[in-house]
């Protein structure tokens, strides 16, 4: 049974990293294309001939940009708030996992310690019928 909660803890610890990994992943997303916009915006100039034809447009596309790159910092802030719980749940995980590793190895000693007791009576047994036959 504890072998069982043993795996089972260390199963939610596997998917948690998985998981944790996927926000990561995201997060860099993110800081990728907010390095692209910010670098669009600083690039950004009114073209002769093209849609960015008047000052004001070219204010009206900036602003836009700097809009999604608010947008997509508050998205990462999410993440990280995400990613800040499920360390926490991480850790909680592993703790318990410990805890479970421990009981088992614990078990494991104390099984081991029987049945050398039970070897040794086994053996006295011997020794003492042995010696009482002589």
């Not at 204010?59 to 836009?64: I, P, Q, Y």
């Not at 998205?75 to 421990?102: D, M, P, R, T």
């Amino acid at each position: 049974m504890i072998n069982k909660l043993y795996n089972l803890k260390k199963n939610q610890t596997d998917q948690m990293l998985i998981q944790k990994s996927q926000i990561d992943s995201r997060i860099d997303q993110i800081d990728a294309e907010i390095l692209l916009t910010k670098n669009s915006i600083s690039s950004a100039t009114v073209q002769k001939n093209g849609a960015i034809a008047d000052f004001m447009i070219l204010t009206m596309h900036k602003d836009t940009m700097k809009l999604h790159i608010a947008k997509l910092e508050s998205e990462k802030a999410k993440l990280n708030e995400e990613l800040k719980k499920i360390v926490e749940e991480i850790i909680e995980l592993q703790k318990q996992s410990e805890q479970f590793k421990y009981i088992l190895e614990e078990q494991r000693i104390e099984a081991k310690a029987a049945q050398l007791k039970l070897e040794q009576e086994t053996t006295e047994e011997f020794i003492q019928s042995k010696y009482i036959r002589k």
